[in-house]
């Protein structure tokens, strides 16, 4: 059953502005839903209707499979697995907005050293926090928003099969997050990112329950993997405009040749580049009001 409100958790939102407060996304099934559920059904009655066509109907149930897979592993910026916000809204890019995201998070290392570079730049962040971390490091996490910025959900263990579950276990790891994060904060998270973007057909009603919108990126760095952070950047930079929501990591950075973390090479120089190019980077809670995402 689908509920037509928001869990209590996200009523719980603390000091969010009036224009931040959160709008529900009305559910719809994604595409790759609406067309899978009837051609199931069909190829169901055409196997018990003409039994000697099972092949046809296995043949295009396969087919079907094929399709949701190459949606989860090849499109985690697009739409056929549900709403899937990529960039700001219209205003915000006329603004001259960006927005810098930072998942995997909050680290004891990593992340006080992002606060105080955002804060050289005046620039503010999203922090897509992993609720274990959030409530091993309550302290890091108040102050995440104590700066400025805003954390939002990225899930409660981060567990790299999260594409493979069915509706109960993904709302079992979005839901502890949302709590750990609205105990630890008080303020509710308005955006849902999964582990790498990997979705499935059936996590766009669990999302949209919560009263949060998915969101994914513009453009990211692959920051956890690179070899340098010249790669990083030139991935961040090139093609890079107002409106852009861009995907770096303050969680599982990757170390360079000093064994110092590579985020702390590369966000220095894109804050002094989006200063160059004269764009703002924002929190996505300030970027505009959340329900005309
Ligand atoms: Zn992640």
């Known amino acids: ?70 949606s989860v592993i090849l499109s985690p910026r697009g739409r056929l697995l549900g709403p ?3 960039r700001l809204p219209l205003a915000a890019a006329q603004r001259g907005e960006v927005a810098l995201t930072f998942d995997d998070g909050p680290d004891p290392l990593v992340t006080p050293q992002v606060l105080d570079l955002l804060d050289r730049y005046g620039a503010k962040a999203s922090f897509f926090c992993i609720g274990n971390k959030v409530l091993a490091y309550p302290e890091l996490t108040r102050e995440i928003i104590r700066r400025g910025h805003s954390v939002e959900n990225h899930t409660n263990s981060h567990p790299h099969a999260f ?28 955006f849902f990112r999964a582990p790498m973007g990997f979705r499935n057909p059936l996590l766009a009603p669990v999302v949209a329950r919560t009263g949060m919108h998915y969101i994914s990126w513009t453009r990211r760095g692959y920051d956890t993997v690179a070899k340098s952070a010249e790669q990083v950047l030139q991935r961040l930079q090139r093609g890079l405009a107002a409106g852009d929501i861009l995907l770096l990591h303050d969680g599982r ?20 580049h989006l200063s160059t190019l004269d764009l703002k980077p924002v929190a996505l809670q300030t970027a505009g009001h959340v329900g005309k995402f």
Do not use: Y
Not at 163 to 186: K, N, Y
Not at 253 to 272: A, G, H, M, W
């Open 1 to 70: 059953m689908l509920p037509d409100a928001p869990s209590n958790l996200a009523t719980k939102a603390g000091h969010q502005t009036a224009e931040n407060i959160v709008q529900l996304p009305l559910w719809r099934a994604s595409p790759v839903l609406l067309l899978s559920t009837p051609l199931h059904l069909f190829c169901l009655a055409l196997v018990l209707l003409v039994p000697s066509l099972w092949r046809w109907a296995l043949s295009a149930v396969i087919a079907n499979h094929v399709l949701i897979l190459a």
């Open 84 to 86: 899937n916000m990529t």
């Open 163 to 190: 594409a493979l579950f069915g509706p109960a276990a993904m709302r079992r790891e979005i839901d502890s997050a949302q709590t750990a994060i609205c105990e630890t904060t008080g303020i509710a998270p308005s």
């Open 253 to 272: 950075s990757i170390r360079t040749r000093n064994d110092s973390p590579l985020i702390l090479e590369v966000l220095p120089r894109l804050l002094e």
